[in-house]
């Protein structure tokens, strides 16, 4: 079955560095665009990156460009978000996501656990 | 970039009650619309997507429609497992893949 498991989590200070992985499990993953969402603290949801299946293209929430940067390794089944300059404003549970298609309709049909970030001094 | 803006954001129902929740969108997305269920501590799960069409194993009692602008989520008969917050997102002109702010469905 489509495991998806995030780690990499913690707490950090202010302008500090975090890497976050997506270990997937059970699909082809190099025939699959991946995302990170994440979520606030009794917040809602906001999209944050999207890696193509092959890697080649990448694209960011404006409010991370510049500071954060999605990548993949195929040959691990992994997908990575590492993140740089950390803000309080980035606390938050991060998910990692596959996305489908239907026609040209995408949508997130697996999800994995979520890992905390916690970003404070 | 596209704005997805759902109402209520949140309401109260009790369990048999028929339940609405609408998302509209800032532009026209025509059926690009997708909606998810989360429960507190939980990942989201996909209800439904490209508007209408409900995804493996979701129980017909949630149903979607909408095109262009407006897209509105239907539970027909609320059940104990229903409750819980549903988002809408729109998958047109992406990037950003954007979210609406969520409806909370609560015990009435």
């Known amino acids: 079955q489509v495991q998806l498991v995030e780690s990499g989590g913690g707490v950090v200070q202010p302008g500090g560095s975090l890497r976050l992985s997506c270990e997937a499990s059970g699909f082809s993953f190099n025939a699959y665009g991946m995302h990170w969402v994440r979520q606030a603290p009794g917040k809602g949801l906001e999209w944050v990156a999207v890696?193509?299946?092959?890697?080649?293209?990448?694209y960011y929430v404006d409010s991370v460009k510049g500071r954060f940067t999605i990548s993949r390794d195929n040959s691990k089944n992994t997908l990575y978000l590492q993140m740089n300059d950390l803000r309080t404003e980035d606390t938050a549970v991060y998910y990692c996501a596959r996305v489908i298609y239907h026609a040209r309709s995408g949508s997130f049909d697996f999800w994995g656990q979520g890992t905390l970030v916690t970003v404070s001094s | 970039d596209i704005q997805m803006t759902q109402s209520p954001s949140s309401l109260s129902a009790s369990v048999g009650d028929r339940v609405t929740i609408t998302c509209r969108a800032s532009q026209n997305i025509n059926n690009y619309l997708n909606w998810y269920q989360q429960k507190p501590g939980k990942a989201p799960n996909l209800l439904v997507y490209?508007?209408?069409t409900l995804q493996s194993g979701v129980p017909p009692r949630f149903s979607g429609s909408g095109s262009g602008t407006d897209f509105t989520l239907t539970i027909s008969s609320l059940q104990p497992e229903d409750f819980a917050t549903y988002y809408c997102?729109?998958?047109?002109?992406?990037?950003?893949?954007?979210f609406g702010q969520g409806t909370r469905v609560e015990v009435k």
């Open positions: 490209a508007a209408s």
């Open positions: 890696v193509w299946y092959d890697g080649s293209q990448q």
């Open positions: 997102q729109h998958s047109h002109s992406i990037p950003p893949w954007t």
